[in-house]
């Protein structure tokens, strides 16, 4: 059975392990990359599907502006392992995710992906038309959808990151033990 759940810290190195897994060293490359580096995820936006107590899936939004400084979420990675495809556990978190979403009263999210699997949650490449990501990207890979009807309407520019910036993380600083007298 197949539960979704709110990330937790402690996930954070299944997380990667998964993503690791499922996308390679070039999911650091990629232009969606470069929105999310040095930020932290939208609150409440990140979720993790179990299945018997191992992290199989993962689905996190983070806040942008786009174009024109409307806000906005970017969906992304999500991935499921490769064991647990097939099951529906992406769209379960899918669903779940974009129902958040809404409930907390965003009202577009866009992302880049295969636009066959993600059209059936509503995405097109039609309600980007007007935006550009800040790198290269597939125009046909490029979709959004609205949360709140009209929310894309109009929306035109470059897409930019936003929301809270991720602190260094801080390391103790490790004492020497005081020398002693032979």
């Given at each position: 059975m197949v539960h979704i759940r709110d990330e937790a810290p402690a996930d954070a190195g299944a997380r990667e392990a998964?993503?690791?897994r499922?996308?390679?060293?070039?999911?650091?490359?990629?232009?969606?990359?470069?929105?999310?580096?040095?930020?932290?995820?939208?609150?409440?936006?990140?979720?993790?599907?179990?299945?018997?107590?191992?992290l199989v899936g993962?689905?996190?939004?983070?806040?942008?502006?786009?174009?024109?400084?409307r806000p906005g979420l970017m969906l992304g990675p999500l991935a499921v392992d490769a064991e647990a495809r097939c099951g529906g556990v992406g769209s379960a978190l899918m669903r779940a995710g974009l129902d958040r979403a809404r409930a907390l009263g965003h009202e577009a999210v866009i992302l880049v992906g295969d636009a066959p699997y993600y059209e059936r949650f509503g995405f097109s490449?039609?309600?980007?038309e007007r935006?550009?990501?800040?790198?290269?990207?597939?125009?046909?890979?490029?979709?959004?959808?609205?949360?709140k009807p009209?929310?894309?309407a109009?929306?035109?520019?470059?897409?930019?990151?936003?929301?809270?910036?991720?602190?260094?993380?801080?390391?103790?600083?490790?004492?020497?033990?005081?020398?002693?007298?032979a």
């Open positions: 998964l993503l690791d499922a996308f390679g060293p070039a999911r650091f490359a990629k232009t969606c990359e470069r929105l999310r580096e040095g930020r932290l995820p939208a609150a409440g936006l990140s979720l993790v599907s179990e299945q018997d107590g191992t993962t689905l996190r939004f983070w806040h942008v502006a786009l174009g024109d400084g490449a039609e309600a980007t935006l550009a990501m800040p790198g290269p990207v597939d125009r046909d890979r490029f979709l959004g959808v609205e949360l009209g929310a894309l109009s929306a035109a520019g470059v897409v930019r990151p936003t929301g809270a910036v991720r602190l260094p993380e801080r390391r103790a600083a490790v004492k020497s033990a005081p020398k002693r007298a």
